[in-house]
Nanobody, 115 residues
Framework: QVQLVESGGGSVQPGGSLSLSCAAS????????MNWYRQAPGKQRELVAR???????DYVDSVKGRFTISRDNAKKSVYLQMNSLKPEDTALYYC?????????WGQGTQVTVSS
């Protein structure tokens, strides 16, 4: 079955950096777009970044130039490098894949940006 396991969250001061990882299993990873979402308290979950099988990427405007999504097909992993973090980036971050019209989510990893 599809499994997604995130890691790498934590607490950081504004302007700092964090790197998130998501290890995937149970599906042919290399041919699927992979997504990072986040959900802040009291807010809807939002798509932060997506990477396609071609390596093309897409980002929500609020993180462009600060976040970088990447993938390693050999390791069946997707990453999110987050630089110049802001307090408004504080959220639970989730790895996501859509396969056969079903959505799969990891358990999430908390990112807190605070002075």
């Amino acid at each position: 079955q599809v499994q997604l396991v995130e890691s790498g969250g934590g607490s950081v001061q504004p302007g700092g950096s964090l790197s998130l990882s998501c290890a995937a299993s149970g599906f042919p990873f290399s041919i699927y777009p992979m997504n990072w979402y986040r959900q802040a308290p009291g807010k809807q979950r939002e798509l932060v970044a997506r990477i396609f099988m071609t390596g093309n990427t897409d980002y929500v405007d609020s993180v462009k130039g600060r976040f970088t999504i990447s993938r390693d097909n050999a390791k069946k992993s997707v990453y999110l490098q987050m630089n110049s973090l802001k307090p408004e980036d504080t959220a639970l971050y989730y790895c996501n894949v859509v396969r056969n019209q079903n959505e799969y989510w990891g358990q999430g990893t908390q990112v807190t940006v605070s002075s």
